[in-house]
């Protein structure tokens, strides 16, 4: 819901309500300042919170601001634009160009009101990935502001979810004006938390290849604090996504405001204090190799930024996340469909196989109930290494005689589905493809390429080179039964400059990079629908919301070690929800490692997530084979429970657990209805005597929950404020899951 009341002054003050939150702001002499975002609060009469005090005689104000006190220096801001006399980090920046009614080349803008209307629902977006919601779901403000000088226009989306705590931002800037605009900087939403009442630290997701999404919380500094990519993706380095978190918040308490932004590229998340304490919290594009000329009449669209308000702690702004991005950004046929249980030949053959092969691990993986075989890299061209043949997607028929048809029907027969592995983005300079175009990689006239992984990366913002990918991805698709698809992209871009365009449009080329991106991925989405698309960059290197409004899953990480992998996938659920997160049991010792850990823990850590299997099933033992067919009806039979119930992170790999940091992890989901929860206990390193007391979450207070596996009965305030007793000698890598269900009235 989104009230509009007036200020003192009379101008328009707009409180949105998002599901328990609120978030207000209003006019002040046309500028449009933030005055709260947090928990719900009852009133619309906000603009007391309004700090009236000037701090700093020498900061200039604008000159038609009576008040002096006023300055944009200190004024909390909603969309803070460059020049003008704020000297914090800005929104926009851009430089007029030559026939301006302000001096061509320069940068200043001031931006007010204009006029605002509020649309049920949430209008669509072109040509991005976007949250969508229905008119019952969401309502949207859209608030125009003009800077009468130049006469450029901005247009604001607030868009408030009804049922989530969340409010979903962009920036449309009509070029309004008579003469170009050069875009430098246009983030996509800032806000200003003028008073912080108790220290706030930025909570991120830092990593690197193998070794994604690792959680840290950072003191906020006066000056900005802040994570980016300038590697032309989201990257593993840092995920576009921080959160602003009173120090003293936890999973369960305290004030948590997440911020997500939708996008696959180069991107910048900051916290700015002032010298008042004023926290500036924004996100959007990376400014640093980004310009955008803007002529007359045309509009730039930024991607969307997220923000997830909460009020009790981590766990429910990661809940919100959850929900929003599994039933608002996920799309087609797979968004809720059980995917099924997977045996991908990566870890088990790397590039060493054939159709016979596969065939084999086909026929284990049938026997052990699995359902889908996904052929990875090194099907195709010549590609025996990863040395050569990228782009050359035609079936290396040494390895598959007859070609794609007769394995797919071998698998098939067997009751399987298939899927198949490409890299479409990427060119080997050993390959047919860039014998015929060397100019479609992305390259700088004059300069080396540098290469990574032997590849170079393709010049995703030409029609031509997005047009031959479309056929040639299609022409592999549309010639056999292929179920699911695995995209990868394995390397980051340099020297990204284009031939399609001219010297003063390069500054665009990395954005114009990820349009073609979504382009092509919406044109093979739609051309086939049924085709499950999972993500991957080098294991998580893209796993971001922008991705996920393609493929519903990513390959979370190249580290398949199920204790690495609970840093990884527990980061990684503190914005996408499990039914995103990609797991696969693989084999002991562990090939990135070199850690041995029991079949049932691999089991017990990769049903987090989207499950399969990522080893060679013909080596197995028999009771290891008994196992897979275990764990794929336990995973069937916890499906919903796992990918549609609500998510609770319980123990950390960080967290200090009886004095020893790094010893466990625990995490649980509980039914939307609280009749069931799953419940996950992993012992990184044992030892002697602990005593772990486990306490639940989510469960209802009042019911009795019956434990499955030992009978046992307890009511749930009991779960939640007493905790199970887990209390024995773990060994290390032992795990444990514990089903409990709601035991009938009668109780204890
Ligand atoms: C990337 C992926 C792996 C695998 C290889 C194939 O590293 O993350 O899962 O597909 O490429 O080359």
């Not at 204090?273 to 980004?290: H, K, Q, Y």
């Not at 790999?653 to 790094?662: A, E, H, I, L, R």
């Amino acid at each position: 819901m989104i009230t509009v009341s007036k200020t003192a002054s009379g101008e328009p003050l707009f409180h949105l309500r998002a599901g328990d939150a609120s978030y207000a702001f209003s006019v002040f002499h046309g500028f449009l300042l933030h005055l709260y975002c947090g928990p719900a609060v009852a009133d619309d009469d906000l603009e007391y919170l309004l700090v009236r005090v000037g701090h700093d005689s020498v900061v200039p104000r604008p000159s038609d601001t009576p008040e002096g006190w006023f300055s944009l220096d200190i004024a909390p801001q909603e969309y803070p634009a460059y020049g003008t006399g704020d000297y914090r980090p800005s929104a926009l920046m851009l430089r007029h160009g030559e026939g301006s009614a302000v001096a061509q080349g320069s940068a200043a803008v001031s931006l007010r009101y204009v006029s605002h209307e509020i649309v049920p629902g949430k209008p669509s977006v072109d040509s991005q990935p976007a949250v969508y919601a229905n008119d019952g779901e969401a309502d949207t403000l859209i608030v125009t502001a003009r800077d009468p000088s130049s006469g450029l226009t901005v247009r604001l989306y607030y868009t408030a979810m009804r049922a989530l705590p969340a409010v979903i931002r962009r920036a449309v800037i009509d070029n309004t004006t008579p003469a170009p605009v050069t875009l430098e900087r246009v983030y996509s939403a800032s806000l200003d938390f003028a008073v912080m009442t108790e220290p706030a630290e930025l909570l991120h997701l830092w990593g690197t290849w193998g070794r994604e999404r690792h959680t840290e919380r950072t003191p906020l500094a006066h000056g900005s604090v802040s994570v980016s990519s300038r590697r032309g993706a989201s990257s593993h380095h840092h995920n576009p996504f921080a959160a602003l978190v009173s120090a003293s918040a936890d999973e369960t308490h305290g004030t948590a405001v997440g911020l997500s932004f939708i996008y696959a590229g180069n991107f910048e998340i900051l916290a700015d204090t002032d010298p008042f304490g004023s926290v500036r919290l924004m996100a959007g594009i990376e400014p640093t190799d980004f310009s955008w000329l803007l002529g007359p009449g045309e509009a730039f669209v930024t991607p969307e930024a997220v923000l997830s308000i909460s009020g009790e702690g981590l766990g429910k702004m990661s809940r919100t996340f959850h929900r929003l991005y599994r039933e608002h950004l996920c799309r087609g046929e797979w968004r809720d469909r059980e995917r099924p249980v997977l045996v991908n030949n990566w870890e088990a053959t790397y590039f060493r196989f054939d159709s016979d092969k596969l065939a084999a691990i086909a026929k284990d993986a049938a026997d052990c109930g699995i359902e889908m075989l996904v052929m990875d890299d090194g099907w195709f061209g010549c590609r025996n290494d990863d040395r050569s043949s990228l782009g050359d997607w035609f079936v290396n028929e040494d390895k598959l005689p007859g070609g794609l048809a007769p394995l797919v029907q071998r698998v098939r027969s067997l009751g399987l589905k298939f899927g198949i592995w490409f890299e479409p983005e990427m060119i080997s300079p050993r390959s047919e493809l860039f014998d015929r175009h060397p100019d479609w990689a992305l390259h700088t006239e004059g300069r080396p390429l540098s290469v990574a992984r032997s590849q170079y990366v393709l010049d995703m913002t030409r029609s031509d080179v997005r047009d031959w990918l479309f056929g040639a991805l299609s022409s592999v698709l549309s010639s056999a039964p292929i179920d699911y698809v695995k995209w990868d992209f394995n390397r980051n871009l340099t020297e990204a400059a284009s031939l399609s365009l001219p010297p003063e449009r390069q500054g665009e080329i990395q954005h114009r990079y990820v349009l073609g991106l979504y382009d092509l991925l919406e044109r093979i989405t739609r051309a086939f629908p049924h085709i499950l698309l999972e993500g991957c960059s080098s294991g998580g290197g893209r796993f971001d919301p922008a991705m996920l409004y393609y493929s519903p899953q990513f390959w979370t990480s190249d580290d398949t070690d199920a204790m690495e992998r609970l840093d990884i996938q527990l980061g990684t659920s503190f914005v996408y929800p499990p039914s995103s997160i990609s797991c696969h049991v693989s084999a002991s010792p562990n090939h990135q490692t070199g850690r041995a850990t029991s079949f049932v823990t691999r089991g017990h850590v990769a049903m987090g997530g989207a499950f399969g299997y990522e080893l060679d099933l013909t080596k197995l033992s028999d009771e290891e084979k008994d196992l897979i067919r275990q764990q794929v009806k336990d995973y069937h039979r916890y499906y919903a429970l796992i990918n549609r119930g609500d998510f609770y992170r319980l123990i950390l790999p960080s967290d200090t657990v009886n004095g020893k940091t790094g010893s466990c992890a625990a995490w649980m989901t509980v039914s939307e209805d609280r009749s069931e929860a799953l419940v996950t206990f992993v012992v990184i390193r044992g030892s002697i005597h602990p005593v772990y007391f486990l306490k639940l979450e989510g469960l209802d207070p009042d019911a009795v929950y019956e434990d499955e596996g030992t009978g046992a009965r307890y009511g749930g305030s009991t779960l939640m404020h007493a905790g199970l007793n887990l209390a024995k000698n773990w060994r290390d890598g032992e795990s444990a899951v514990i089903h409990l269900i709601k035991a009938p009235e009668e109780g204890l």
